[in-house]
């Protein structure tokens, strides 16, 4: 079943504590997107990635990273979470081409405190 | 800058009525791309329909159905015969660049039995 898959689908930290979420697709897309979500804001890009080793920001990358290692995942790293970050969390793929739509993984609602 | 502005914040329609959902956008691009997605209470993210700004034709699917006006800027998404598995909320959205993406805030649709 081709699918983007993010892990974990909840998660509670504490101001500080590094924590990854990991991301991975099945469908062989090049490109891979992370977002966050707000109430009143809608879907916001954080980083996405081309390809492999290539990354770049979106419109709200302060306080997070990512790295494209291989083609399937597209980690977010949270050096030192804060309260702000408190959010859901969604990662997408798509291919090439500006007509195909995001495939999006489940979510992960991050609670930092 | 690229906006995307849903001006509903929650909407409600009876089962079997038929509702619209407005969405207007702002974009100095000529080529680029429409989704409507989505979003029940599981949090997936579901696309509905799509609109590639260079047709003119409407894209329908469906009880799903959109009236794009480009040169007005503006997207709705009609929704015919409503179903309580309606209930979600829809967020529009626009892509241009590879993987650039932009969100609306989101119209909360509450179907009515």
């Known amino acids: 079943e081709a699918q983007v898959t993010q892990n974990p689908r909840y998660l509670i930290t504490v101001t500080g504590k590094k924590l990854t979420v990991t991301c991975s697709q099945n469908m062989n897309h090049e490109y891979m997107s992370w977002y966050r979500q707000d109430p009143g804001l809608g879907l916001r890009q954080i980083y996405y990635?081309?390809?492999?080793?290539?990354?770049d920001k979106g419109d709200v990358p302060e306080g997070y990273k990512v790295s494209r290692k291989e083609k399937r995942n597209f980690p977010l790293i949270l050096e030192s979470p804060s309260p702000n970050q408190t959010s859901l969390y969604f990662c997408?793929?798509?291919?090439?081409?500006?007509?195909?739509?995001?495939?999006f993984g489940q979510g992960t609602r991050l609670t930092v405190v | 800058a690229q906006t995307v502005t849903q001006s509903q914040p929650e909407m409600s329609v009876q089962e079997a009525e038929t509702v619209t959902l407005s969405c207007t956008y702002d974009t100095s691009e000529n080529n680029y791309y429409l989704f409507w997605y989505k979003q029940p209470p599981s949090r997936q993210m579901i696309l509905v329909i799509r609109?590639?700004?260079?047709?003119?034709q409407n894209a329908t699917e469906n009880r799903f159905s959109v009236n794009f006006q480009k040169a007005a800027k503006s997207f709705s998404l009609k929704i015919s015969d409503s179903q309580l598995g309606d209930t979600a909320m829809y967020f529009c959205a626009f892509r241009y660049n590879f993987n650039k993406f932009y969100f609306g805030s989101g119209t909360k649709l509450n179907v009515k039995p």
């Open positions: 609109q590639e700004a260079y047709k003119q």
């Open positions: 990635s081309m390809n492999v080793e290539v990354t």
């Open positions: 997408a793929s798509s291919r090439g081409g500006e007509w195909t739509e995001a495939f």
